[in-house]
Nanobody, 120 residues
Framework: VQLQASGGGLVQAGGSLRLSCAASGNIFSMSGMGWYRQSPGKERELVAT???????NYADFVKGRFTISRDNAENTVYLQMTSLKPEDTAVYYC???????????????WGQGTQVTVSS
């Protein structure tokens, strides 16, 4: 199973970016998907999650600015980021909880990370 993230980059404060993450491989069943981020010297933190049914959860520091969505047919999760701030600068990682065709239990898989840099 692979999670391929894309869409990061350099943007000015107040700008927008859209991250995408597609899961592929021997996927039998998907569950939750989400985005996390990690800044230098800090622990990885939750940004937003979305269940298979579409329920969403956001960290307080992105509420009203970021929107998570997913395309279940494509096993893809998106993160629309608006009103970006310099403190949003981090490596953003996508996460998916899923079953593979070879393992019954659900396990967490991670993308490789995509850098988001917001300049002031």
């Amino acid at each position: 199973v692979q999670l391929q993230a894309s869409g990061g980059g350099l943007v000015q404060a107040g700008g927008s970016l859209r991250l995408s993450c597609a899961a592929s491989g021997n996927i039998f069943s998907m569950s939750g998907m989400g985005w996390y981020r990690q800044s230098p010297g800090k622990e990885r933190e939750l940004v937003a999650t979305a269940t298979l049914a579409g329920s969403t959860n956001y960290a307080d520091f992105v509420k009203g600015r970021f929107t998570i969505s997913r395309d279940n047919a494509e096993n893809t999760v998106y993160l629309q980021m608006t009103s970006l701030k310099p403190e949003d600068t981090a490596v953003y990682y996508c996460n998916a909880r899923l079953q593979t065709t070879r393992q019954f239990k659900y396990s967490d898989y991670w993308g490789q990370g995509t850098q988001v840099t917001v300049s002031s």
